[in-house]
């Protein structure tokens, strides 16, 4: 079954550490992105990528950084400089062309990320 | 730019009451709209969308919502809670041509027993 493949679920890191959190979909979507997730803030847009080697900042990127090498693959890596990290990641893709708002995002099951 | 608006951050209801979860949008031009829930410790899963066809949307697991462009509001309802649907809900709003969805802060549903 197609769908969006997150690891790990669970990551602690360590204060000045930098971490990566996997994100791998094999719906052949053209679209994707990473979103944090804190309680009574909703989903907050980290990064999104809409092509192969392109992407751009969300509303929060700073203290993150991406890759987009291949189609099935956009790894977030969250680093040093996020003072804040501690959050639940979500990572989704979506259908490119026009209309990705019109079909709507299909989303991983998340990595809840932990400072310790 | 597009904006949604969920009211009520906490919602309860009794098992067997209706489920109203609120949601109003605002876009410059026709919107594409979603419902979204969210389980514990899980990813969104879609429950609907909106996309200038019928006005009322049927979702999976009972839900429906009717977009009303009198008052730009997308509601989520269901004739009769189950404890199964305590969760978390989002609606997004989407516009054609732009190549994000603009998500709400989220209404968690506690289902009481």
């Known amino acids: 079954d197609g769908g969006i493949t997150q690891s790990p679920k669970y990551l602690f890191r360590k204060e000045g550490q930098n971490v990566t959190l996997s994100c791998e979909q094999n719906l052949n979507h053209d679209a994707m992105y990473w979103y944090r997730q804190d309680p009574g803030q909703g989903l907050r847009l980290i990064y999104y990528?809409?092509?192969?080697?392109?992407?751009q900042k969300g509303d929060i990127a700073e203290g993150y950084s991406v890759s987009r090498e291949k189609k099935e693959s956009f790894p977030l890596t969250v680093t040093s400089a996020q003072k804040n990290p501690t959050a639940f990641y979500l990572c989704?893709?979506?259908?490119?062309?026009?209309?990705?708002?019109?079909?709507?995002?299909?989303f991983g099951s998340g990595t809840r990320l932990t400072v310790v | 730019a597009q904006s949604v608006t969920q009211l009520g951050s906490h919602v309860s209801v009794s098992e067997g009451a209706l489920v109203l979860l609120r949601c109003n949008y605002s876009s410059s031009v026709p919107p594409y709209l979603f419902w979204y829930v969210q389980y514990p410790n899980q990813g969104l899963q879609l429950l609907l969308k909106?996309?200038?066809?019928?006005?009322l949307v049927k979702g999976i697991n009972g839900f429906e919502a009717e977009f009303k462009k009198s008052e730009t509001s997308f509601h989520l309802t269901k004739p009769s809670a189950h404890m199964s649907d305590a969760a978390e809900y989002f609606c997004?709003?989407?516009?054609?041509?732009?190549?994000?969805?603009?998500f709400g802060t989220g209404t968690r549903l506690t289902i009481i027993p």
């Open positions: 909106y996309t200038s066809a019928a006005t």
């Open positions: 990528s809409q092509i192969v080697n392109d992407f």
């Open positions: 989704a893709s979506s259908t490119q062309g026009q209309a990705p708002s019109f079909y709507g995002y299909t």
């Open positions: 997004a709003v989407g516009k054609f041509g732009n190549e994000k969805l603009t």
